[in-house]
């Protein structure tokens, strides 16, 4: 391929989008996969599945980036009891990572033959925005019983991966899935999110990996630069985005996401309607 302006600038958008919507629980998978039915990529079909998935890494960098004195364990600067919180921290991490792991080696590539598809965003983005409505309300009147991430217990941590394993079907939202299951079984809308970004750093690393393993390592100067490209714009938009979440749910319910997915969700069905699956012959 060519590199050419219109394929940065593509790749740019991308980048947006994925910063975007990674940590948003709105899809990151399903708005990729719909942006990508209006923005192509000048790109082979083996490299656009791979740079749709290791995108993200630009995206979970930014978590590490800005949470990194918190996850690292050997800071000088902690004390043992912190140096210990630290690693609970990560161990709760790998115990929720278990589920998704496991099953998503299991059904990962029949997910991809057979979910990757216009219809299947459309119904996930909508059924979840009402769970999320209906969840809220649920809510209202409860108190949650972990409003510390070190009181989260290694049972809940694991409850919360079972969750994410709801977020195999595109359109579904890994964090959205995981916030609601953290939201369900007790912690405050600050602790689920917060674990949720956490949570994401093996996950997306995996994949990653998996994706970067599968296309093997014969890229071109074009392919590594568009890459990049992505990359670094899906990590600056991911901290602004972050930022922006951890800000409003400290005053704000989930109900405004719902709303958003479900409204988002009818526009695709009628396109759907109107036009057709453009997924339908990939």
């Known amino acids: 391929?060519?590199?050419?302006?219109?394929?940065?600038?593509?790749?740019?958008?991308?980048?947006?989008?994925?910063?975007?919507?990674?940590?948003?629980?709105?899809?990151?998978?399903?708005?990729?996969?719909?942006?990508?039915?209006?923005?192509?990529?000048?790109?082979?079909?083996?490299?656009?599945?791979?740079?749709?998935?290791?995108?993200?890494?630009?995206a979970i960098l930014a978590v590490v980036v800005m949470n990194f004195d918190k996850l690292n364990p050997f800071s000088q600067w902690k004390t043992a009891q912190e140096k210990q919180e630290t690693f609970d921290l990560w161990g709760k991490v790998i115990v929720a990572c278990i589920p998704a792991a496991v099953i998503g080696l299991m059904f990962n590539k029949y997910m991809e033959e057979h979910f990757m598809t216009?219809?299947?965003?459309?119904?996930?983005?909508?059924?979840?925005?009402?769970?999320?409505?209906?969840?809220?309300?649920?809510?209202?009147?409860?108190?949650?019983?972990?409003?510390?991430?070190?009181?989260?217990?290694?049972?809940?941590?694991?409850?919360?991966?079972?969750?994410?394993?709801?977020?195999?079907?595109?359109?579904?939202?890994?964090?959205?899935?995981?916030?609601?299951?953290g939201i369900l079984y007790g912690t405050s809308r600050y602790v689920a999110t917060e674990f949720t970004f956490f949570l994401a750093i093996p996950v997306m690393f995996g994949a990653s990996a998996l994706k970067m393993v599968k296309?093997?390592?014969?890229?071109?100067?074009?392919?590594?630069?568009?890459?990049?490209?992505?990359?670094?714009?899906?990590?600056?938009?991911?901290?602004?985005?972050?930022?922006?979440?951890?800000?409003?749910?400290?005053?704000?319910?989930?109900?405004?996401?719902?709303w958003y997915r479900i409204v988002l969700g009818i526009i695709v069905v009628a396109y759907l309607f109107l036009v057709g699956d453009p997924t339908a012959n990939d």
Do not use: C
Not at 226 to 250: C, E, N, P, Q
């Open 1 to 58: 391929m060519d590199l050419s302006i219109v394929e940065l600038l593509k790749a740019i958008i991308l980048g947006v989008v994925e910063g975007l919507t990674e940590w948003l629980p709105i899809s990151s998978t399903g708005h990729m996969i719909l942006v990508d039915e209006f923005i192509q990529l000048d790109v082979t079909t083996q490299f656009k599945d791979m740079f749709l998935v290791v995108i993200q890494l630009g």
């Open 118 to 181: 216009a219809p299947v965003v459309a119904f996930t983005l909508i059924l979840y925005g009402i769970l999320f409505i209906v969840v809220e309300n649920y809510n209202k009147h409860r108190t949650p019983r972990v409003t510390d991430l070190t009181k989260l217990d290694y049972k809940t941590a694991f409850i919360i991966g079972m969750f994410q394993v709801l977020s195999l079907v595109p359109g579904t939202s890994r964090s959205g899935a995981t916030i609601l299951g």
């Open 215 to 258: 296309f093997g390592w014969h890229y071109t100067g074009a392919e590594i630069i568009i890459m990049l490209v992505g990359m670094v714009t899906a990590f600056i938009v991911s901290i602004l985005s972050i930022k922006f979440l951890l800000r409003y749910i400290k005053h704000n319910d989930f109900k405004a996401f719902g």
